[in-house]
């Protein structure tokens, strides 16, 4: 059984693709799933937030995409309990130099296919922007997941995000679906949040998670000691909204 692979994409900045990545790569982790976590942004904030030094790495993303490293070669295991294949600035440069590669689209989906079946999910920490990097993970995807603060431009930006996926279906991965929609830096107290959230649930039903992440220090504070939360303060709401994001998704699982 091949695992499945969950692209994290929005391509507004700041609404918590990294976070959840590291966190659910964590969550899913600690219910026994095996997990891998493919940083491809060149920012590399997923493998710093995972307690790796972005500026020692040999192997990365990067020698991944050009075809330089196997991923087996590539990953390491990381205090959060899952393997993570990390990234640094080098990765920058794949966007141009992919441009000469044949496939250019379908690079990471090749690179991934030998260790499929060793996983139970591979999550996919895409880039704040629909570029060929964010291409590469929506064509290796079986799924997306959008993070999104509930704020009036984020469903501006979420029309975008879904018109990509709708043109990748269309042409290069037409078994992709779209997981879920996940609200981030959730403050009950805030009218618009509550206004947005109302919305979501009318467009999307089903497709909008129960589960909400709210705002939480230690969730922002875990990243600076290259930490999953559940690692730093398992008690806090932000490892507890987490697990039950990561549960929320095996029941689905189930239930189909």
Do not use: W
Not at 44 to 59: E, H, I, P, R, W
Not at 83 to 109: H, T, W
């Amino acid at each position: 059984m091949k695992g499945k692979v969950l692209a994290i994409a929005n391509q507004k900045g700041g609404v918590g693709k990294t976070t959840t990545s590291i966190n659910l790569a964590a969550s899913l982790a600690r219910t026994r799933r095996r997990v891998m976590l493919v940083d491809v942004d060149p920012q590399g904030n997923a493998t710093m937030g995972s307690g790796v030094d972005k500026s020692t790495l040999q192997a990365s993303t990067y020698t991944v995409l050009i075809g330089e490293t196997p991923v087996e070669a590539a990953r390491v295991n990381v205090e959060g309990g899952y393997d993570l294949v990390p990234a640094n600035g080098s990765l920058s440069g794949a966007e141009v130099e992919l441009i000469e590669f044949d496939q250019r689209e379908r690079r990471l989906k090749i690179a991934l296919e030998p260790v499929r079946s060793s996983y139970d999910y591979i999550l996919i920490d895409c880039p704040p922007a629909l570029n060929l990097l964010t291409v590469n993970a929506l064509v290796a995807a079986t799924s997306v997941m959008i993070p999104m603060q509930c704020e009036y431009y984020a469903l501006e930006g979420l029309t975008a995000l879904l018109n990509t996926i709708r043109r990748i279906r269309e042409t290069l991965n037409p078994s992709l679906q779209i997981e879920g929609l996940l609200r981030t830096m959730y403050d009950p107290r805030n009218n618009l949040d509550n206004e947005v959230s109302a919305q979501l649930k009318q467009h999307f039903g089903d497709k909008l998670y129960r589960t909400i992440i709210p705002r939480n220090v230690r969730l922002a504070e875990a990243p600076s000691y290259g930490k999953p939360v559940i690692a730093y303060d398992m008690q806090s709401k932000g490892a507890q909204a987490y697990l039950a994001l990561a549960g929320e998704m095996l029941n689905r699982e189930e239930a189909a």
